[in-house]
């Protein structure tokens, strides 16, 4: 769900990067950002929903040789290295089948449309601020 919904974003012309995995190396990437805006795919969330969420900086950050990273870990180290404090929140997309596939279920697709329209509305208020 998040790579999809990273795809469409991109051709919104928002600045939006598909991962794997979370990984260390992201935190230079966030550094430079105002804002960052995790999507995620999520059991826990009914399908075809979004659920929306701050995302702080929690003392628990990478421990050393750790190969992938938080959310709230990632911000850390961002603002450990670089000074960095951009304002951050997870969007957690729900689905209805998680099992591996090329595509996505009707509500799979419901929530990637809903998270990206609160990506776009809130990358108009951020512009609109200015």
């Not at 999809?4 to 935190?27: K, M, N, W």
């Not at 990632?74 to 997309?93: C, F, K, Q, S, T």
Request: hydrophobic letters at 50%; one cysteine or more.
């Amino acid at each position: 769900m998040g790579p999809a919904a990273a795809e469409v974003l991109r051709a919104e012309g928002i600045d939006a990067l598909a991962v794997h995995q979370l990984t260390p190396e992201l935190a230079e990437r966030i550094a430079g950002a105002r804002t960052v805006i995790f999507l995620d795919a999520d059991a826990g969330t009914a399908p075809g929903e979004i659920a929306i969420a701050n995302v702080p900086v929690v003392a628990g950050a990478l421990k050393p040789m750790e190969h992938h990273a938080s959310p709230p870990a990632l911000l850390r180290l961002a603002r450990e290295v670089y000074g960095a404090r951009p304002d951050a929140w997870l969007i957690a997309m729900g689905g209805a089948d998680f099992d591996l596939g090329d595509s996505l279920s009707d509500l799979g697709k419901l929530a990637v449309a809903k998270a990206v329209a609160e990506v776009s509305a809130r990358q108009c208020a951020r512009l609109r601020s200015k």
